[in-house]
Nanobody
Framework: QVQLVESGGGLVQPGKSLRLSCAPS????????MGWYRQAPGKQRDLVAK???????SYGDSVKGRFTVSRDNANNFLYLQMNELQPEDTAVYYC?????????WGQGTQVTVSS
């Protein structure tokens, strides 16, 4: 059973930074890709950022230049560094991983950006 455990969410003021972490229960390189999605109340779940097993990254338009997805291969973590956070970034953030035809999701971590 593959599990993804997120951490690092919380309340932050506009303009500040947060880093989310995702710890998979299997080796990070077992996945074809890993990434982050977010879902705000009443909205669909959207891609924030993802990274393939080869290291290619892609980002949602609203976070380009502010967020960075990365892997810690030695310690088996996925990260999302979020800078210049804005109130519209408020959402539940989910870690996602794909392995062949299967997609796995974490339980989500709340990020709230408010003054």
């Amino acid at each position: 059973q593959v599990q993804l455990v997120e951490s690092g969410g919380g309340l932050v003021q506009p303009g500040k930074s947060l880093r989310l972490s995702c710890a998979p229960s299997v080796n990070i390189f077992d996945f074809n890709s890993m990434g982050w999605y977010r879902q705000a109340p009443g909205k669909q779940r959207d891609l924030v950022a993802k990274i393939t097993v080869g290291g290619t990254t892609s980002y949602g338009d609203s976070v380009k230049g502010r967020f960075t997805v990365s892997r810690d291969n030695a310690n088996n973590f996925l990260y999302l560094q979020m800078n210049e956070l804005q109130p519209e970034d408020t959402a539940v953030y989910y870690c996602n991983a794909t392995m062949y035809l299967y997609a796995y999701w974490g339980q989500g971590t709340q990020v709230t950006v408010s003054s």
